[in-house]
């Protein structure tokens, strides 16, 4: 478990503390990156897809990437916050684990993130006035950053990240496992040639299977169609794009496997509910 977690490639975006001075929320966020908040004392609602969760004191909360939501905080909502981006979408924990959202935190904790909030201001959003942060991301110029950074640094954030998040693994219970190699073997293809495009049938020439039996073992592996899998897959990879790169929209698309830069933008729209330059000007303000 620990070298699979250390294997991980990411950068620490954003580090901080904030506290609402007025009722806020934000509405329709889906970010390529990992969102971990401290809540020091207050309360607030978060929109899951699960469905709805109180965020109160002594309480850390996780939500993984690409995850649809909303929250709603009351005045007085005091929290620290941890903005994680994973650049690589192989070996994703999230592939492997179902992490619980929140989970009781400690005095511990609490210190780390004081602590390392005075060792790295420069990673704190332009302001502590928690109703401002949200319309000053600037996120591409913090993972900009971030890799400018001296090799000690980087292993301090590293090593904060890593205490962080073994609070979620500890209670964290491991996916339904694959017993389909040939399933296996077909995610492992679709993560290392998802800049092409994939059909069905180049998916189950490559499975060995027949379509009918290809759609109906992978629905039932991982709960969609494979089509619908590869679809997701490059939406990520569309959205990591949009946030750590300057390519333009065609750019993205192509590089894919969209050769109908219009029906990327539409398949972009759908599952996200914003165009992809709509998503950017979010991400980098």
């Not at 509405?27 to 109160?56: C, N």
């Amino acid at each position: 478990m620990v070298k699979f977690i250390n294997a991980i490639d990411f950068i620490v975006l954003n580090l901080g503390h904030a506290r609402t001075i007025h009722p806020w929320g934000n509405k329709d966020i889906s970010s390529p990156f990992i969102r971990i908040y401290y809540v020091k004392s207050g309360r607030a609602i978060l929109h899951l897809p699960q469905g709805d969760m109180e965020a109160t004191g002594g309480h850390m909360y996780l939500i993984p990437s690409y995850i649809p939501h909303s929250y709603e905080c009351d005045p007085g909502f005091d929290f620290y916050y941890l903005f994680v981006y994973q650049r690589s979408l192989q070996e994703s924990p999230f592939d492997k684990y179902h992490f619980p959202t929140e989970v009781r935190s400690n005095e511990a904790a609490r210190l780390l993130f004081e602590n390392y909030c005075m060792l790295y201001p420069q990673l704190h959003l332009p302001t502590s006035n928690a109703e401002a942060f949200d319309r000053h991301p600037a996120y591409r110029d913090y993972a900009i950053a971030y890799t400018q950074m001296e090799d000690y640094k980087r292993m301090q954030l590293h090593g904060l990240v890593e205490i962080i998040f073994s609070y979620f693994m500890k209670h964290a219970e491991p996916q339904t496992i694959i017993s389909d190699e040939r399933i296996s073997r077909l995610l492992n293809y679709i993560q290392q040639h998802i800049e092409e495009p994939i059909t069905i049938e180049q998916m189950a020439h490559q499975a060995c299977l027949t379509k009918s039996y290809l759609i109906r073992a992978f629905h039932s592996s991982i709960g969609i169609t494979p089509l619908q899998y590869v679809t997701r897959k490059k939406i990520q990879q569309a959205q990591m794009q949009l946030l750590s790169s300057d390519l333009s929209i065609n750019q993205i698309a192509k590089s894919i496997g969209f050769h109908d830069t219009s029906y990327f933008i539409r398949l972009f729209k759908k599952h996200i509910g914003f165009t992809p330059e709509e998503y950017r000007k979010k991400l980098i303000g």
